[in-house]
């Protein structure tokens, strides 16, 4: 069973950046299309970024586009998410998730496995 765990969320001044850290076990990740979600509070949840297996095709939503990178390291088992020049907005719950099939691609992704999420607040 794949299990999921978020890290590296904290407290940051506006301007400044964090690497979020999805870290997978159970399984081997590099099999699995892996996507960030986030939500604030009274906001649905949105999807932020999404990887493919292998890396070879990213995805991510338009206000985060030139601000944030996602990437993979199958050898670690982990998906990361660099998040540069932070806004307020940017404060959320963030997730990781993967898609119970395997080789999906990002346009098809559905969340099965969720890991808890991983507070980002963005305040100066």
């Known amino acids: 069973q794949l299990q999921l765990a978020e890290s590296g969320g904290g407290l940051v001044q506006p301007g400044g950046s964090l690497r979020l850290s999805c870290a997978a076990s159970g399984a081997t990740v590099n099999y699995y299309t892996i996507a960030w979600f986030r939500q604030a509070p009274g906001k649905e949840r949105e999807r932020v970024s999404c990887i493919s297996s292998g890396g070879g095709t990213v995805s991510y939503t338009n206000s985060v586009k030139d601000r944030f990178t996602i990437s993979r390291d199958d050898v670690r088992n982990t998906v990361y998410l660099q998040m540069n020049g932070l806004k307020p907005e940017d404060t959320a719950v963030y997730y990781c998730?993967?898609?119970?099939?395997?080789?999906?691609?990002?346009?098809?992704?559905?969340?099965?496995?969720w890991g808890q999420g991983t507070q980002v607040t963005v305040s100066s």
């Open positions: 998730a993967a898609d119970r099939r395997l080789f999906i691609s990002c346009r098809n992704f559905l969340g099965d496995y």
